[in-house]
């Protein structure tokens, strides 16, 4: 069966050092691969989106792979600060293919990273 | 730029009564999605609607679920006697159409928190 996965559910990290979340994905062919930040009491808010044939992406301090042999993504916030205390979803696309824009985003269930002052 | 609108934030309704949930897209707009996220559970996809057209209800319950999107106004989620197990936080997402940019990113609303006693 189609499965995509976020291995924590919750992560536990020390203000100024590097969060790692991982995202993995069974059964999916996914053209590309979005992460999205959510608060509490919050709808998810976009952050970045890596295509199949891009191996890194960055965004000021964010940073995201994607290993498509290892069916996995890994999420990185670098010098972590209270205020990146969130949820963090991964959702795929199912039915998009390259090139071309799809609808149904598959969520994982979240990854709820608590940076410690 | 407004972001997507939804309201009411909070409903509360006691079994057997009607839910109607609206959405106002993003400005320039014209695809709308619904999600739902039940407790502990990850977002999972319900419907995609353009200006008067359901495109995939998929995800959708056959019963008691519907959806519609007028060519004027905001498009609008209805459950008929909702059930305690309606009780979810729905978020609605908007996208722009496919040639100014593609539908890969979805703008999400603050979500409604739908409560049934």
Same mark, same amino acid.
């Given at each position: 069966?189609?499965?995509?996965?976020q291995?924590?559910e919750?992560?536990?990290?020390?203000e100024?050092k590097?969060?790692?979340?991982?995202?993995?994905y069974?059964? @999916?062919?996914p053209?590309y691969l979005?992460?999205?930040?959510?608060?509490p009491g919050?709808?998810?808010?976009?952050?970045?989106?890596i295509?199949e044939?891009e191996?890194e992406?960055?965004?000021?301090?964010?940073?995201?792979?994607?290993d498509?042999?290892?069916?996995?993504s890994?999420?990185?916030?670098?010098?972590?600060?209270?205020?990146?205390?969130?949820? @963090?979803?991964?959702?795929?696309?199912?039915?998009? @293919?390259s090139?071309?824009?799809s609808y149904?985003?598959?969520?994982?269930?979240?990854?709820?990273?608590?940076?410690?002052? | 730029?407004?972001?997507?609108?939804?309201n009411?934030r909070?409903?509360?309704?006691?079994?057997?009564q009607?839910a109607?949930?609206?959405?106002s897209?993003?400005k320039?707009?014209?695809h709308?999605?619904?999600?739902?996220?039940?407790?502990?559970e990850?977002l999972?996809?319900?419907?995609?609607?353009q200006?008067?057209?359901?495109?995939?209800?998929?995800?959708m319950?056959?019963e008691?679920?519907?959806?519609?999107?007028?060519?004027e106004?905001?498009?609008i989620?209805?459950?008929?006697?909702?059930?305690r197990?309606?009780?979810?936080?729905y978020?609605?997402a908007?996208?722009?159409?496919?040639?100014a940019?593609g539908?890969?990113?979805?703008y999400?609303g603050?979500?409604?928190?739908?409560l049934?006693l």
């Amino acid at each position: 069966s189609q499965k995509i996965e976020q291995n924590s559910e919750a992560l536990n990290i020390q203000e100024g050092k590097t969060a790692t979340l991982t995202c993995n994905y069974t059964n @999916y062919s996914p053209a590309y691969l979005q992460w999205y930040r959510q608060d509490p009491g919050r709808g998810p808010v976009f952050l970045l989106l890596i295509r199949e044939n891009e191996k890194e992406k960055r965004k000021e301090r964010l940073k995201v792979t994607f290993d498509t042999t290892l069916k996995q993504s890994l999420f990185h916030i670098t010098a972590s600060q209270p205020a990146d205390s969130a949820t @963090y979803l991964c959702a795929l696309d199912p039915f998009a @293919y390259s090139g071309a824009g799809s609808y149904q985003l598959t969520f994982g269930k979240g990854t709820k990273l608590s940076v410690i002052p | 730029n407004a972001g997507v609108m939804q309201n009411p934030r909070h409903l509360v309704r006691r079994r057997g009564q009607e839910a109607r949930l609206r959405c106002s897209p993003m400005k320039g707009h014209s695809h709308v999605y619904w999600y739902r996220q039940l407790p502990e559970e990850g977002l999972k996809f319900m419907v995609y609607l353009q200006k008067e057209n359901i495109i995939d209800e998929s995800g959708m319950p056959k019963e008691r679920f519907s959806a519609e999107f007028p060519k004027e106004g905001p498009s609008i989620l209805r459950i008929q006697q909702v059930v305690r197990g309606d009780s979810a936080a729905y978020f609605c997402a908007s996208s722009p159409p496919l040639l100014a940019g593609g539908q890969e990113t979805q703008y999400f609303g603050p979500g409604t928190r739908l409560l049934v006693l």
